[in-house]
């Protein structure tokens, strides 16, 4: 029966490690895509996306944030997220190759990057209040722990 458990932790384990390189994978697009698009256009984009719903209800709380951030948005904060993706994304894909091909160096590693990468968003949540930004703590907070149990299980069967 233990080994059926350990067969069930260790393919959630997998799975979440897929999910984690899926997300690293958009969030390296996302960079890549956010260094090559002017601010002009992303504003212009949010702006052809949101002027449905402002004209329907001028008070409609999501599409005039997103309008009036738009409208904020410098080439510094445009370069920043462009960095903070690009950079994020490529270190969790490395993380996620070392993980899925078993390397010892990738589980402590995955540890300290994904507590440091939840330490910002707390941070982060703190001024935004951004849902999503608790549901990603979440889930990478359950990925953690997944990753200390199959290091653990890795390291008691690995030849001394």
Same mark, same amino acid.
């Given at each position: 029966?233990? +080994?059926?458990? +350990?067969?069930?932790?260790?393919?959630?384990?997998?799975? $979440?490690?897929?999910?984690? &390189?899926?997300?690293?994978?958009?969030?390296?697009? =996302? &960079?890549?895509?956010?260094?090559?698009?002017?601010? =002009?256009?992303? #504003? %212009?984009?949010?702006? @052809?996306?949101?002027?449905?719903?402002?004209?329907?209800?001028?008070?409609?709380?999501? #599409? /005039?944030?997103? @309008?009036?951030?738009? $409208?904020?948005? $410098?080439?510094?904060?445009? +370069?920043?997220?462009?960095?903070?993706?690009? $950079?994020? &994304?490529?270190?969790?894909?490395?993380?996620?190759? =070392?993980?899925?091909? =078993?390397?010892?160096? @990738?589980? *402590?590693? %995955?540890?300290?990057?994904? /507590? #440091?990468?939840?330490?910002?968003?707390?941070?982060?949540?703190?001024?935004?209040? @951004? *849902? &999503?930004?608790?549901?990603?703590?979440?889930?990478?907070?359950?990925?953690?722990?997944?990753?200390?149990?199959?290091?653990?299980?890795?390291?008691?069967?690995? *030849?001394?």
């Amino acid at each position: 029966m233990r +080994e059926v458990d +350990e067969r069930r932790i260790h393919q959630i384990f997998e799975v $979440s490690v897929w999910l984690k &390189g899926a997300h690293a994978l958009i969030e390296c697009l =996302g &960079g890549i895509l956010l260094y090559f698009v002017t601010t =002009g256009a992303i #504003a %212009s984009w949010v702006n @052809s996306f949101t002027q449905d719903e402002l004209i329907e209800d001028p008070n409609d709380f999501i #599409a /005039g944030h997103l @309008s009036q951030m738009a $409208s904020h948005f $410098s080439v510094a904060n445009k +370069e920043f997220y462009a960095f903070y993706l690009l $950079s994020h &994304g490529l270190i969790k894909l490395l993380l996620v190759v =070392g993980l899925l091909r =078993g390397k010892l160096w @990738s589980y *402590p590693a %995955s540890l300290v990057a994904l /507590g #440091a990468f939840m330490a910002y968003q707390v941070y982060r949540w703190s001024y935004t209040h @951004s *849902p &999503g930004l608790l549901v990603l703590t979440v889930f990478d907070a359950v990925v953690m722990v997944l990753i200390w149990h199959e290091w653990r299980v890795v390291r008691r069967h690995r *030849p001394a």
